[in-house]
């Protein structure tokens, strides 16, 4: 299993839209360049995080800013914003193990429990992250880079 880059590909656009907004104006066509792919993409990204109400986007070449304190907005929220699980389960079972089996039969009293742990212990570590410590993490190594460290 791995997670899709839409979650990195929205820790990059909040990097960016905090360390350029006093810079420059932040568009998707600016933050495609910065990460790298298509503008579709990112446009995309950027549906997800306004409809989650993480961003406001001004249409044409408006900009994009945060839409509430980066400390009030954790990992897990954006996590949430851009990678809709289904019913609310990280992990996607097999569907009709077979009843016959005794494996089959008892793999989900077996697992449930563990699979729900980890997904309870993945979201607690991102909500001890916020965006935030985004910001403050950049501005430290693009400081440390510009100061020859």
Do not use: W
């Not at 910065?34 to 986007?57: C, D, E, Q």
């Not at 304190?69 to 992990?91: C, K, S």
């Amino acid at each position: 299993m791995q997670i899709s880059s839409r979650f990195t590909v929205a820790l990059h656009i909040f990097a960016c839209v905090e360390y350029f907004k006093n810079q420059r104006k932040v568009t998707s066509d600016f933050l495609a360049s910065s990460i790298n792919t298509n503008p579709v993409i990112i446009r995309k990204i950027l549906a997800l995080l306004s409809k989650a109400g993480l961003i406001r986007v001004a249409r044409g070449t408006g900009g994009i800013e945060v839409a509430m304190p980066l400390a009030d907005i954790t990992f897990l929220d954006v996590y949430r914003a851009v990678e809709p699980i289904e019913n609310g389960m990280l992990f996607r079972f097999h569907e009709n193990p077979n009843p016959d089996c005794p494996v089959g039969k008892n793999i989900h009293a077996l697992l449930d429990g563990k699979l729900q742990a980890i997904q309870d212990a993945m979201e607690d570590r991102m909500k001890g992250y916020t965006l935030e410590d985004i910001r403050t993490g950049i501005n430290e190594i693009i400081g440390d880079c510009e100061n020859g460290k």
